[in-house]
């Protein structure tokens, strides 16, 4: 995933302490004084700001992300989800991740960003780029990918600023900060990219998960048709706990210290592994209990980075999951194929509905 991207799948590397138990991670994730989010020299909005700046940002970025904001999107997400899967259920076979998952996050992006559909296989080329690099781990790689993405946002900046639309995109370039001033444009990419990039290839693998996990448990697939949409999501965040796509974020120390005897200097770099912390014995049972894993659940993250878009995210994957469950039931139509770490969930997972 991109340098400067907030939703970083890096696992981990020599040199960092990566913290996998489920009370270390929250309990780091909670001491921003001590684990500080200033872990690249990029500008990262809100991921890579700490304290004051950290919270002026998210009172900035929070609003877009209320009920009232997102409500309104929803018929465009459901229309979105049906065309597509009706699209797909005519064909023989599909992959969740990439003809599901990650068209829908782009068509759904694209409207609620409004969005020129003319970007859709952009897009599409730079999800499945973006993975790859990641992937690689080559650094030449991700930087590459990283700028390729900086110029499509910037590109859709500058076509809103010449001609302005009723859009979330043109809303951003007009909005002001509490000094009164304008989001500069290395501001405007940065939000933009944590956003989009969070959407992106977050959605495309979270589809993967889900549909895996429901095709896998037609109970649970029968379940979720009648259920309200509080249940969808509490069902849906539980198939993402037990196999979190999301791998992890990183802190830096601000001064040395130690977690569960194993010490820290100041300036190491620090990975909270999400995954790990997400299936820790300790805290989970094996069982599949939504309600009762549902406080624990890191998915999204907690403390003062926790992911703001979780109601945007949740709104999507719900609309896709009924979209599916309704149009038949689900069967396999090959073996998925795992993701290779760093990237986690899965790289195909080929399905049929019927
Ligand atoms: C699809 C599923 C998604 C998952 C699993 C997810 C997960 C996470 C997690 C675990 C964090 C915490 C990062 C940390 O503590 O360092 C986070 C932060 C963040 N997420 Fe998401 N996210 C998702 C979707 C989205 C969407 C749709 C958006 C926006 C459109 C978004 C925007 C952000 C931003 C801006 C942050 C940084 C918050 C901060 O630093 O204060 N995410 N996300």
Same mark, same amino acid.
């Given at each position: 995933m991109s340098r400067n991207d907030v939703h970083s799948t890096i696992r981990e590397r020599p040199n960092r302490v990566v913290l996998r138990r489920h009370a270390d991670v929250v309990a780091a994730a909670h001491d921003p004084e001590t684990? &500080? =989010? =200033?872990? &690249?020299q990029h500008l990262q909005i809100p991921n890579g700001l700490d304290g004051a700046p950290h919270a002026a940002a998210r009172r900035f970025i929070?609003?877009?992300?209320t009920d009232h904001e997102l409500d309104g999107y929803m018929p465009g997400f459901e229309r979105i989800a049906e065309d597509l899967v009706a699209s797909l259920a005519s064909s023989d076979s599909f992959d969740?991740? =990439?003809?599901l998952g990650a068209r829908f996050a782009v068509r759904a992006q694209s409207h609620w960003l409004g969005w020129? =559909?003319?970007l859709e296989d952009t897009l599409l080329e730079w999800v499945a780029d973006n993975r790859a690099a990641t992937r690689s781990g080559d650094k030449t790689r991700t930087t590459e990918v990283a700028a390729r993405f900086d110029g499509i946002i910037r590109a859709l900046l500058a076509e809103r600023r010449a001609e302005p639309h009723d859009d979330l995109t043109t809303r951003l370039t007009v909005l002001t900060k509490s000094d009164g001033t304008l989001l500069t444009d290395p501001e405007l990419v940065s939000i933009l990219r944590n956003w989009t990039g969070g959407d992106l290839s977050s959605i495309a693998l979270c589809a993967g998960v889900v549909v895996a996990g429901l095709m896998a448990a037609p109970q649970l697939a029968a379940r979720v048709r009648a259920a309200s949409d509080a249940e969808v999501d509490a069902i849906v965040d539980e198939l993402l706990r037990r196999d979190d796509p999301f791998v992890s974020n990183r802190r830096r120390a601000t001064r040395d210290t130690s977690v569960g005897g194993c010490p820290i200097a100041a300036g190491q770099v620090v990975v909270l592994d999400w995954r790990e912390a997400n299936t820790d014995p300790e805290v989970f049972g094996?069982?599949?209990?939504a309600a009762a894993h549902a406080d624990d659940n890191l998915v999204y993250g907690t403390?003062?980075?926790?992911?703001?878009g979780r109601p945007l995210a949740a709104r999507e994957l719900r609309v896709l999951v009924r979209a599916v469950l309704a149009a038949g039931d689900l069967e396999p139509a090959g073996d998925p194929v795992r993701e290779e770490p760093p990237v986690a969930g899965y790289r195909t997972v080929p399905v049929r509905i019927r």
């Open positions: 684990f &500080s =989010a =200033a872990v &690249s929070d609003p877009f992300f969740a991740v =990439a003809d020129t =559909a003319r094996s069982e599949f209990d403390g003062p980075h926790v992911c703001p």
